[in-house]
C-alpha cells in the first residue's frame, strides 16, 4: 500500500471529517499548527505493530510539542477486523505502563469498522470513530487537560457529535467524499 497515499486519506478524514464537521473541537489548532504526526506502519503482525508504537510513544515523548503535539499510527496491513483492533488496544495500553509513560501519554483509538459496545454495526453515532485504515492516536495527557479546561463543557462533545452525525446521516456521510469508511 502506499504510504503517500495512506497519510492523504487519514489528512482527509481528519480535515473534512473530524475538522468539518467538529467531532473533536481540539483538533483544527493541532492540524492548522502541523502538529500531527502521521505514521504509517507496514507491521502486517500485531507484535510488529507494537514494536512501531513503542518506537512512536518514545518519539513522541521526546519530541518538543511546539513541533510534534500529537502522532497518528496508522496501520493498513493489521488489525483490519475490528474485534482484534480491539483485543489488541489492552496489549497498547499496557506497553504505555510498561514504558513508563501512563499519566504522560495516552492512545485513542479509531477503526474503519468501528462499532460502539450495544450499538449497531449500522449506527450513524459509530462514524465518529471511523477512520480510512486502522489507526491509533498517540496523546500528550498534559495537551488533553489544556484543551479540557479550554472548554466549560467537554462531557457535550459525544453529545453534539450523535447530533452531527444524526443530522448529516450515512448519506451525508458519504457526500463528504472520504475514502470508504466500514
Not at 450495544?118 to 495537551?143: K, Q, V, W
Not at 484543551?147 to 459525544?158: G, L, N
Request: with cysteine; glycine share 4%; proline share 5%.
Amino acid at each position: 500500500m502506499n504510504q503517500d497515499q495512506v497519510i492523504n486519506d487519514t489528512r482527509d478524514w481528519v480535515v473534512k471529517a473530524v475538522i468539518g464537521l467538529n467531532l473533536c473541537p481540539f483538533a483544527k489548532a493541532v492540524h492548522v499548527n502541523e502538529r500531527i504526526r502521521y505514521v504509517v506502519s507496514d507491521a502486517t503482525e500485531p507484535e510488529a505493530l507494537l514494536k512501531d508504537l513503542a518506537r512512536e510513544l518514545l518519539a513522541l515523548n521526546r519530541a518538543d510539542p511546539e513541533q510534534v503535539d500529537t502522532t497518528l499510527l496508522i496501520h493498513p496491513g493489521v488489525l483490519t477486523d475490528f474485534l482484534d483492533f480491539n483485543d489488541f488496544l489492552d496489549a497498547a495500553d499496557a506497553l504505555v505502563e510498561e514504558l513508563k509513560l501512563d499519566g504522560i501519554l495516552q492512545i485513542a483509538d479509531f477503526h474503519p469498522d468501528y462499532q460502539f459496545e450495544g450499538s449497531e454495526p449500522g449506527d450513524i453515532a459509530n462514524y465518529s470513530n471511523r477512520s480510512p485504515y486502522p489507526t491509533l492516536h498517540l496523546l500528550r495527557e498534559d495537551s488533553i487537560e489544556r484543551a479540557v479546561e479550554s472548554m466549560p463543557d467537554t462531557a457535550s462533545i459525544y453529545e453534539n457529535n450523535l447530533e452531527t452525525l444524526d443530522k448529516l446521516g450515512h448519506e451525508g456521510w458519504a457526500a463528504l467524499g472520504l475514502k470508504r469508511q466500514g
